[in-house]
């Protein structure tokens, strides 16, 4: 998958990975669910099941594929988020 072991790599797939979960919520309530009134920010369960996959992401990184540096930089930026959503709520 990943043959370089880099911490920045890590940021920016922990960055775009819940962001694009958070958008597809968004996309599913208003357009499925003729939710129009979902406001993706105000979710704060929506918000945090989005770093789920983060965590995931975070063990198979550390674990299974041995990329110590991306894990960090994914637990990084999942950290950040939480601060962020307990600070906005």
């Not at 958070?22 to 939710?35: E, K, P, Q, R, S």
């Not at 299974?64 to 994914?74: I, R, S, V, Y």
């Amino acid at each position: 998958m990943f043959k370089k072991d880099f911490f920045l790599l890590g940021v920016i797939i922990g960055a775009i990975l819940p962001l694009l979960f958070a958008m597809g919520t968004t996309f599913v309530n208003i357009h499925f669910l003729n939710n129009p009134e979902f406001d993706m920010i105000k979710s704060k369960p929506t918000l945090m099941l989005s770093l789920v996959f983060n965590i995931i992401l975070f063990r198979i990184f550390m674990v299974n594929l041995k990329k110590h540096n991306m894990g960090k930089g994914l637990l990084l930026v999942t950290l950040i988020y939480i601060l962020l959503i307990i600070a906005k709520h």
